[in-house]
């Protein structure tokens, strides 16, 4: 299939990526004020409501001093308007950034006519902002023609550049969901001199522990021209995995390092998952109740888009329980997981929560938007015994729990369950089963696993896993290793489609973004069909 001609979203990205500033060519001349220092980390939205939607941004001058800013309350003006220039302002109003949140703001812009366009854009410390576009959800008894939506996770910087960002912004979409690893927190050496993470500089520490080390992580993240454009041009949907706090971390369990030891015992922990959470809400659209200094941030939350599709947005790492049998890489035995019957991904109140959310759901697609696999994945052990091994820290790790819930999905006939998931750095399709030692047996849902922005995978498993999955994964119908993207998704009441989007090299800025495969779940049916 051929690509669809450059739109004006397109040509605005571009803009943003030429010019480093804003979602608008020039703003600075259509609005007669110019872009300077207090807005160098750009604009955000998310959590679209069919009302309201959350408006982000975060006022700094050094990016990687959040006291570059006067320490007082600053006073933040803010916009919305049915056009780009903002001839026609539908709200506005004052708020303040304040230094105990990195002065950093969240505008719950309310009042906004469901299912539509709109543009808005701040001024502070006699400065203008650069413009970002946003759109409310459908009102809820509506029903849609049609979503369009992306789905990006894993964005390791200092692994390379991010086209996949570049081609996302100028995508036609009503949203983006982010699964997760939005920064990574550990401090390697990068091959590109300008990919190398900043913080912490404590010798000999090789993991973000303050407030301060997460804040620079971040700002430094949302420094790059390609990630501030994606924000820009649509409202996200945001959910953390585990690289916004730590590795592989449950509840507050640590870490385990090499040696099979715990590095920090759970008050120590605790803090440093309060940096990590607080750091992460100061830079994120989200719409969140923040103690400043708690290690709790309840960020499980729904979304409808009118009766077409239900998002039901999970945590996986907050409530869950330790993987199971005590690896250091989290590799193990499948048994292990299978008898993992006191585990739990969720903890008890969000399955309840999800559990009502798809029996009661008038979506005709409900969709389960988590962070790490719940296909069962087994991957062959060529060194030692067992032959076989699957990844405990996904739902392979859990598989008790995962059995309640496909069961609960069949036993109440939920209508079009879908599963999207990241974390693996590789592009998984797969159908679900009840048993997966029968892959004759129906399909209870279909996954959606997608690929890094930017983080690695191992070229040399990609052969392997391709020969192997007929085997060991009979149920897994597409799996892709070599290549760094995003997955584009299309909804209507009869199908749902999604597009593998991947690029070639992610070792420059500037790489076209193509089609890699298709597939299509036809409304009715758990099957995955290859467009």
Not at 395 to 405: S, T
Request: net charge neutral; charged share 20%.
């Amino acid at each position: 299939m051929s690509e669809p001609m450059l739109n004006r979203r397109q040509v605005l990205a571009g803009a943003v990526l030429v010019g480093g500033a804003a979602v608008v060519a020039d703003p600075a001349a259509a609005f007669g004020a110019a872009i300077a220092d207090p807005f160098l980390l750009g604009v955000a939205s998310g959590d679209p409501l069919p009302s309201s939607v959350i408006l982000w941004t975060r006022l700094v001058r050094n990016p990687y001093d959040a006291r570059s800013v006067p320490a007082r309350p600053i006073e933040v003006g803010w916009q919305v308007a049915t056009d780009e220039r903002f001839h026609h302002v539908v709200r506005q109003g004052h708020t303040f950034a304040r230094p105990e949140l990195a002065h950093s703001v969240h505008v719950d812009a309310a009042g906004l006519r469901p299912g539509s366009e709109y543009f808005y854009r701040f001024r502070a410390l006699g400065q203008l902002s650069p413009v970002g576009r946003t759109r409310t959800a459908p009102e809820p008894g509506q029903d849609p023609r049609r979503l369009r939506f992306g789905i990006v996770n894993c964005q390791d910087f200092q692994n390379g550049y991010w086209p996949a960002y570049t081609g996302l912004a100028g995508e036609d979409l009503d949203v983006v969901l982010h699964l997760g690893d939005y920064i990574y927190e550990y401090d390697p050496h990068s091959v590109f001199p300008d990919r190398r993470h900043v913080a912490p500089q404590t010798p000999g520490l090789d993991q973000l522990r303050t407030l301060d080390d997460y804040r620079n992580r971040h700002a430094q993240y949302k420094g790059d021209p390609a990630l501030r454009a994606a924000h820009a041009a649509f409202p996200w949907i945001v959910t953390w995995d585990d690289h916004e706090t730590e590795n592989n971390y449950a509840a507050l369990i640590d870490e385990i390092d090499d040696t099979g030891a715990k590095r920090q015992t759970p008050q120590e922990f605790a803090a440093e998952r309060a940096a990590a959470y607080q750091a992460y809400y100061e830079h994120m659209p989200i719409r969140a109740n923040l103690a400043p200094g708690s290690p709790d941030l309840r960020i499980f939350r729904r979304f409808d888009f009118g009766r077409l599709a239900r998002f039901n947005v999970l945590d996986t790492r907050q409530y869950r329980t330790d993987q199971p049998g005590g690896f250091s890489n989290d590799f193990g035995p499948p048994q292990v997981g299978a008898a993992n019957t006191a585990g739990t991904l969720t903890g008890e109140d969000q399955e309840r929560w999800l559990a009502a959310g798809l029996t009661n759901s008038p979506a005709r697609w409900n969709v389960i938007a988590q962070q790490v696999m719940m296909s069962r994945t087994l991957f062959p052990n060529p060194t030692s015994l067992p032959p076989v091994l699957a990844n405990l820290d996904q739902w392979d790790g859990y598989a008790p729990q995962r059995r309640r819930l496909l069961g609960l999905i069949t036993d109440r006939k939920v209508a079009n369950p879908i599963v999207l998931a990241g974390d693996i750095h590789s592009t998984w399709f797969s159908e679900l089963k009840l048993d997966f030692d029968r892959p004759d047996s129906p399909s209870v849902a279909v996954e959606f696993t997608a690929t890094s922005v930017s983080s690695d995978f191992p070229i040399a498993f990609d052969g392997p896993i391709k020969a192997v999955n007929p085997f060991l994964n009979p149920h897994v119908k597409y799996f892709d290793g070599s290549k760094r993207g995003y997955l584009r998704v299309a909804v209507d009441h009869d199908s749902w489609r999604t597009d593998v989007r991947t690029v070639d090299t992610i070792a420059v800025r500037q790489v076209p973004v193509r089609t890699s495969a298709s597939f299509v779940v036809e409304a009715g049916s758990a099957r995955l069909i290859r467009a």
